[in-house]
């Protein structure tokens, strides 16, 4: 079966931590995205990436950046945690548009 | 911006019931796909049905099928003989075309009563 995986389902920080969210796929997959969601608001791209080493802003990218060093690990970086920055992050991966998304289980990150 | 609009955000249904949670979209595009996806409350997002533009017959899968209505750019999801376990959150998707990226609506949280 194909996977994504996220490496943490909940994570705790502090404010001002540089926080790393994780990203595995299995597929061979060429596009890697990360979401968050948040109640009422659905899901806001943050950035994307469509190949190694290349990254596009989503619609909410300040405060984070992203890495992707090789195909199959897409990286999400808070380079200073706000408590504004809590929420559920979605990673997802696809091959073309026309497939839809494959999905990680999401990580839960509380900033305190 | 192109938008997807989910109107429910919450509803709710009898066991063996048939429900229907409405999607609307905007796209300037010709050649687009239409997805589904349910997010039960252990969280992994999950495909339930998609729909390409460029085909008029409706998507089914299993007790799960779309009313697609081109024209209106309308895309609702219809369960039927709904079982405990669709008790979830669902999304309407759109994307597809030169753009690999999917928008999604707000969601609509089904709760399937016994």
Known sequence: DVKVTQSSRYLVKRTGEKVFLECVQDMDHENMFWYRQDPGLGLRL??????????????????????????????????????????????????????????????????? | ???????????????????????????????????????PPSRQMILVIRQEAYKQQNATENRFSVNFQKAAKSFSLKISDSQLGDTAMYFCARGGGSNYKLTFGKGTLLTVNP
């Open chain 1, 46 to 112: 943050i950035y994307f990436s469509y190949d190694v080493k290349m990254k596009e802003k989503g619609d909410i990218p300040e405060g984070y950046s992203v890495s992707r060093e090789k195909k199959e690990r897409f990286s999400l970086i808070l380079e200073s945690a706000s408590t504004n920055q809590t929420s559920m992050y979605l990673c997802a991966s696809s091959f073309s548009g026309a497939g839809g998304y494959t999905f990680g289980s999401g990580t839960r990150l509380t900033v305190v």
């Open chain 2, 1 to 39: 911006a192109q938008t997807v609009t989910q109107s429910q955000p919450e509803m709710s249904v009898q066991e063996a019931e048939t429900v229907t949670l409405s999607c609307t979209y905007d796209t300037s595009e010709n050649n687009y796909y239409l997805f589904w996806y349910k997010q």
